[in-house]
């Protein structure tokens, strides 16, 4: 009996403890609080991409203007052949460095010896839309070689050539006539064996020096110089050439047969080529005959 009263007394013991828990309870703070919830970070927005800028324009390169075209100029001058004998003509020619315009260009042409070589004008004219043009160079009688200068000019330009002229070279042409017998017939005249034999080159060429004849018989030579175009046949001690030499007959007329060569010398030691021919000498019953 007194464990079930214990039992009760204890059992309502703790329905005592109880309620007075619950009617302080409202009262009361939790021991331990309970911890807030984190906040949920904002979400970060997506970086606005930059706009891609326009493409600056390439400028249009301003056009340079074509500059105007340079005027014509001499730019060459040229001589061709630039050695010529006397009495021979040369060619100019003239280069411009560009066309002529309309009504051509006139360049003026000078000598430095127009006793020698001259233009066969004073000027030349390069036709409109030509660049080039060519004149003649006339040479005169010349008793010596030259160098002569031809200027060709136009405005601040001038131009220089050379043309060297010659003398002409000796040709040698001549004739032997006899005063009793005539051409290539010549005769002694006396025991000393002089001649009538006359020497005539007047019909040669070139500005000579010396007329050097050569008279052969067999094989033996003379020569004889001379410095004029007309002379007499000289030999020094003519008997011994004449003499005992073969002899031709002409109608009972005894005659030796001999060879007259002639070469010329000019004035700058120039010697023309030989020319030569027959001439018969009439003995005349001279120098042993």
């Given at each position: 009996?007194?464990?079930?009263?214990?039992?009760?007394?204890?059992?309502?013991?703790?329905?005592?403890?109880?309620?007075?828990?619950?009617?302080?309870?409202?009262?009361?703070?939790?021991?331990?609080?309970?911890?807030?919830?984190?906040?949920?970070?904002?979400?970060?927005?997506?970086?606005?991409?930059?706009?891609?800028?326009?493409?600056?324009?390439?400028?249009?390169?301003?056009?340079?203007?074509?500059?105007?075209?340079?005027?014509?100029?001499?730019?060459?001058?040229?001589?061709?052949?630039?050695?010529?004998?006397?009495?021979?003509?040369?060619?100019?020619?003239?280069?411009?460095?560009?066309?002529?315009?309309?009504?051509?260009?006139?360049?003026?042409?000078?000598?430095?010896?127009?006793?020698?070589?001259?233009?066969?004008?004073?000027?030349?004219?390069?036709?409109?839309?030509?660049?080039?043009?060519?004149?003649?160079?006339e040479t005169t009688t010349v008793g010596?070689?030259?160098?002569?200068?031809?200027?060709?000019?136009?405005?601040?330009?001038?131009?220089?050539?050379?043309?060297?002229?010659?003398?002409?070279?000796?040709?040698?042409?001549?004739?032997?006539?006899?005063?009793?017998?005539?051409?290539?017939?010549?005769?002694?005249?006396?025991?000393?064996?002089?001649?009538?034999?006359?020497?005539?080159?007047?019909?040669?060429?070139?500005?000579?020096?010396?007329?050097?004849?050569?008279?052969?018989?067999?094989?033996?030579?003379?020569?004889?110089?001379?410095?004029?175009?007309?002379?007499?046949?000289?030999?020094?001690?003519?008997?011994?050439?004449?003499?005992?030499?073969?002899?031709?007959?002409?109608?009972?007329?005894?005659?030796?047969?001999?060879?007259?060569?002639?070469?010329?010398?000019?004035?700058?030691?120039?010697?023309?080529?030989?020319?030569?021919?027959?001439?018969?000498?009439?003995?005349?019953?001279?120098?042993?005959?």
């Amino acid at each position: 009996m007194l464990r079930s009263t214990t039992h009760v007394l204890c059992a309502g013991l703790l329905v005592l403890t109880l309620g007075f828990v619950m009617a302080c309870g409202s009262d009361s703070s939790p021991t331990t609080p309970t911890p807030s919830p984190a906040p949920v970070p904002a979400p970060t927005p997506a970086p606005t991409p930059a706009p891609t800028p326009a493409p600056t324009p390439t400028p249009v390169p301003t056009p340079v203007p074509t500059p105007p075209p340079e005027p014509a100029a001499l730019s060459a001058f040229t001589i061709s052949p630039t050695r010529v004998q006397s009495q021979q003509e040369a060619t100019g020619t003239v280069t411009l460095t560009t066309a002529a315009p309309s009504g051509g260009i006139s360049i003026e042409l000078s000598t430095s010896d127009r006793d020698f070589a001259r233009p066969a004008s004073s000027t030349v004219t390069v036709p409109a839309g030509a660049t080039t043009a060519t004149f003649r160079i006339e040479t005169t009688t010349v008793g010596e070689s030259k160098d002569i200068q031809i200027t060709a000019r136009y405005l601040n330009v001038a131009i220089n050539q050379i043309l060297r002229v010659t003398i002409t070279p000796p040709v040698a042409r001549f004739r032997v006539t006899g005063t009793a017998k005539g051409e290539d017939k010549c005769s002694l005249t006396n025991a000393n064996g002089d001649t009538d034999c006359r020497l005539d080159a007047s019909t040669s060429a070139g500005a000579i020096r010396f007329y050097i004849y050569t008279y052969s018989i067999g094989g033996s030579n003379v020569t004889d110089g001379k410095t004029d175009r007309v002379g007499d046949l000289e030999v020094p001690n003519a008997c011994d050439f004449f003499k005992e030499r073969s002899t031709s007959d002409d109608n009972g007329e005894k005659y030796i047969s001999m060879e007259v060569a002639l070469v010329l010398e000019d004035r700058e030691g120039t010697r023309s080529s030989r020319s030569s021919k027959n001439v018969r000498v009439y003995v005349n019953g001279y120098c042993g005959y």
